[in-house]
């Protein structure tokens, strides 16, 4: 059994971010974990939870240094959010919680790198151990330092540069023509979000360039050969998104 005490001098410059569809089994936790960690922030599923985990980069510079996640939500998963994360930081410790009847997810999971998992449903003293440890662990490990704001990886390999304008390749630029900078550029201002065909024509005619819908068609279909399989998409009736596998 660990002592709050103990506890808390692992966790108290801590942050972390518990991922939870259920709305009163959200609440509970939340008010457990903020007795120790200096930020909790929670989300109702993975694709909220992505962005917030994006938001939280984008304003500190910085990771959650933990995120607690079920498995069963809707939108996105936690199989699904945990591989998403470590295309974002491919060493984010993730704990997950599962029920027994969700076992068919673990090997996924663990696959993934997922190595801690606390059962459903949640008793919080082996919550509370179990986190102890993992902060044990991320307290251990010296930050890494990590990846520049300004870069997306669209994959393990490929990554674009926003303050160059550059799809790089291993490091190696990927030509692209000018319009395909640009498509870029709105795109990524995005990114894993939709963005319609009127705000991409808009974007181009605010830098004196006219294109037609047809035409902007023809110009990611060419654009899409030249970036990892299935990260541009197209969403019938709303647009296209640009995101990382």
């Known amino acids: ?17 518990f991922v939870e569809d259920d709305v009163q089994l959200r609440r509970r936790t939340v008010e457990i974990l903020e007795e120790y960690f ?15 985990y994006k ?19 809707p939108r996105m998963n936690g199989v699904q959010l945990a591989a998403k994360l470590y295309t974002l930081r491919e060493d984010q410790p993730i704990v997950i919680i599962s029920a027994h009847t969700e076992t068919q997810y673990l090997l996924a999971l663990i696959n993934l790198g997922v190595a801690q998992f606390i059962t459903k449903p949640i008793q919080y003293q082996e919550m509370l151990d179990t986190l102890y440890n993992v902060s044990l662990k991320i307290n251990s490990v010296p930050k890494k330092l990590l990846k520049p704001s300004h870069i997306i990886s669209l994959n393990e390999s490929i990554v674009w540069d926003k303050e160059k304008h550059m799809l790089l390749n291993n490091g190696v630029d990927v030509a692209l023509t000018k319009y395909e900078i640009y498509l870029m550029s709105i795109l990524t201002l995005k990114f894993e979000q939709v963005c319609s065909a009127s705000e991409i024509i ?3 005619f605010l830098h004196d360039i006219d294109i037609s819908a047809e035409s902007l068609r023809g110009m990611m279909m060419r654009l899409r050969k030249k970036l990892p399989e299935n990260t541009l998409s197209s969403i019938y009736g709303m647009g296209y998104r640009l995101c990382s596998i």
């Open 1 to 17: 059994m660990i002592y709050r005490q103990d506890m808390y001098e692992q966790t108290k410059h801590l942050s972390v971010l």
């Open 38 to 52: 200096y930020c909790v922030d929670s989300s109702m599923d993975g694709v909220d939870a992505l962005e917030k």
């Open 55 to 73: 938001y939280y980069y984008d304003s500190k510079n910085t990771y959650y240094d933990l995120v607690i996640s079920d498995i069963l939500m």
């Open 202 to 204: 808009n974007y181009f």
